[in-house]
């Protein structure tokens, strides 16, 4: 979200640190769908001031991919951050295969996350065990990502398997990551 609010107050006119006045503010159409509504949230500046057009058009998924392939758009891809630690082995090989500059920057960036957040550790919140992208819990240029091992199909009922080779069915965006994770005493996915 840093880029972005950056971005918003270049366009206003107003960097950082400058105070934007009151009543300046740019409006933000976020596209979430009736099936994700409690995704919706509002922004945490007053400079932003977010909209939900296709839930005030009553859109679901399904009506936006029906327009979009009207369109003759039909492999319009979901939204989701490239570091997601819910992205699916298909999701993985794709951007190793058709990206390898950002492949190259997600490798990274699940290297850098291994023992945690610098900050948080510094102020005494260490990680307990590593961080991975990768379900599987190894490096991510490691990770079984051509399929779903034997092991893991053996371990996995049907759904869990397609998650695992697709990615979470519902997705993300940078204004509304997957808010029904639920999380521990210490904000740690369970």
């Known amino acids: 979200m840093k880029p972005i609010k950056k971005k918003i107050r270049d366009i206003l006119g107003y960097p950082y640190p400058t105070r934007v006045p009151k009543g300046v503010f740019v409006e933000q159409w976020i596209g979430i769908s009736t099936d994700e509504f409690h995704r919706a949230k509002d922004a945490d500046v007053k400079y932003m001031r977010n909209r939900h057009p296709l839930i005030d058009m009553g859109w679901s998924r399904s009506d936006c991919v029906r327009y979009l392939t009207s369109l003759g758009l039909a492999e319009t891809p ?30 990274a960036f699940d290297a850098a996350i291994r023992k945690g957040n610098a900050r948080a550790n510094a102020s005494g919140n260490k990680l307990l065990g590593e961080a991975f992208l990768h379900r599987a819990r190894v490096p991510l240029d490691q990770a079984p990502i051509d399929h779903v091992t034997r092991g893991e199909r053996a371990a996995l009922d049907d759904a869990e398997a397609e998650a695992a080779e697709l990615g979470v069915v519902n997705g993300c965006s940078p204004w509304s990551c997957r808010g029904d994770i639920e999380q521990d005493d210490f904000g740690l996915a369970s």
């Open 78 to 107: 979901k939204s989701s951050c490239l570091g997601c630690p819910f992205h699916g082995n298909a999701q993985w090989r794709k951007i190793r295969d058709a990206s390898p500059a950002e492949w190259e920057d997600v490798v």
